[in-house]
C-alpha cells in the first residue's frame, strides 16, 4: 500500500503544479497514470482508494479552490477566470462553483465570507505512516536566535486542552462535528488577508496556517513544564472584521516581545525530526543571562509554532523583561 500512497502522492502534486500552470493537456487520468506506468482503470481504482473520492470529483473541487482565490482577490472577468481553470464557458463555471459554495462567484466577490475550499490531499506522509527519516540530516544551518517584537494582531483558531502534538491534535479533533482537518483547513485556506499568507509550490493549500501553544491553566502539562493549550488557526490584522465560522474563536493579541528559534528551509521527507529536535535542543539550552528577559508563560501568552519546509521550522515564544542584574 506505501507504494500506491507514494505513486498517488505523485499525481497530487502533479493536479496542483498543471493547475498554477494551466496546462490542462496533462490535467487528464489518462497522461498522468500514463507517467507512472499504470492501466487509467488500475489509477482509478486505487486514486479513489486512497483519497476517499474519484480523480475527476479532486480535481474539479481542486480547480474550484485556486479558481475561487482568483475571484476573491483579482479583478478578471469570471469569464477568463472560468476558461483558465478548465471549465468551458461562464455558465459552466457559475454552476459549479454555487455547488461547490452555496453562491455564485459574483456573490461571493461581493461577500468572501468563509466556505470550505477542498484542500490539498497528502497520502503520502513518511512521519503519520510512522516510516521516520530516509537518511542522513543534509542540511547544516544552525538554529538562529532573536528577539523580535510582534504587532498587535487578531488570532483565528480551534483549541483542543488535551491533545499532546499536531497529530494527536487532528485525530481528537475528528471527534468533534466540524471540527475535522479537512473541514477547518478548507474555512481557514478560504480567508483572505492572512498575516502569514505567503503560498509556495503548494498554493492554496494550508498557506498561512500555524499551530499555537496557549498558556492555561485549563490544559495540558507540556514538556516545556507549564500548563497549555494547543490550538490550529491564522493570524489576521488587528482591524480585522470579517465573518468569523461558527466552530471557531477569535482572540486579539496585544502587541509583545517574542524570542524566535528559527531553521531554515530543509527536506521534509529527511530532515523533518532532526530539525525538530535541534529547535527543541536549543529552546532547552538557551541562556537568558545578560538578555534581560525570561520566557513568559502567564496565562493568556501564546507560542507560535511555523513549520514551512520550502522557507523554515520556527517557535515564537513569548517573553518578558526582568529586572536588571537577575541571574
Known amino acids: 500500500m506505501y507504494q500506491w500512497q507514494k505513486q498517488i502522492q505523485i499525481i497530487v502534486d502533479n493536479i496542483d503544479l498543471c493547475i498554477i500552470q494551466h496546462h490542462d493537456e496533462a490535467l487528464t487520468l489518462e497522461f498522468l497514470s500514463g507517467t507512472l506506468g499504470y492501466s487509467e482503470f488500475h489509477t482509478t481504482r486505487k486514486f479513489k482508494q486512497i483519497l476517499g473520492m474519484p480523480f475527476r470529483d479532486y480535481l474539479r473541487l481542486r480547480r474550484l479552490a485556486f479558481a475561487l482565490k482568483e475571484v476573491r482577490d483579482g479583478g478578471r472577468s469570471f469569464l477568463e477566470i472560468a476558461i483558465d481553470y478548465g471549465f468551458s464557458s461562464h455558465e459552466a463555471f457559475t454552476r459549479a462553483f454555487k455547488a461547490a459554495y452555496g453562491v455564485t462567484p459574483r456573490e461571493y466577490r461581493k461577500n468572501p465570507k468563509p466556505v470550505i475550499l477542498r484542500t490539498k ?35 483565528l483558531h480551534i483549541k483542543n486542552y488535551e491533545s499532546n502534538g499536531y497529530w494527536d491534535f487532528w485525530q481528537k479533533q475528528s471527534l468533534i462535528p466540524g471540527q475535522d482537518c479537512e473541514t477547518i483547513c478548507g474555512l481557514l485556506d478560504s480567508i483572505k488577508g492572512k498575516l502569514d499568507d505567503y503560498g509556495g509550490s503548494e498554493i492554496n493549500s494550508g498557506s498561512g496556517q500555524i499551530m499555537a501553544y496557549i498558556s492555561d491553566l485549563k490544559g495540558r502539562l507540556c514538556d516545556w513544564g507549564f500548563p497549555r493549550t494547543e490550538c490550529y488557526g491564522v493570524r489576521l490584522p488587528v482591524d480585522y472584521e470579517g465573518e468569523i465560522p461558527s466552530q471557531m474563536l477569535m482572540v486579539t493579541i496585544p502587541q509583545a516581545e517574542y524570542l524566535v528559534f528559527e531553521h531554515g528551509p530543509f527536506l521534509y521527507d529527511q530532515e523533518n525530526r532532526s530539525v525538530e529536535k535541534e529547535i527543541e535542543k536549543a529552546m532547552a539550552d538557551f541562556e537568558f543571562s545578560g538578555t534581560g528577559y525570561r520566557f513568559d508563560t502567564s496565562p493568556g501568552r501564546i507560542i507560535y509554532m511555523y513549520h514551512d519546509p520550502e522557507r523554515f521550522f520556527k517557535y515564537i515564544r513569548p517573553v518578558h523583561r526582568v529586572p536588571a542584574n537577575t541571574p
Open 121 to 155: 490531499i497528502n497520502p503520502f506522509d513518511r512521519y503519520f505512516l510512522g516510516l521516520g527519516e530516509i537518511g542522513m540530516m543534509k542540511s547544516e544551518e544552525d538554529i538562529k536566535i532573536y528577539f523580535v517584537t510582534v504587532p498587535a494582531h487578531k488570532f
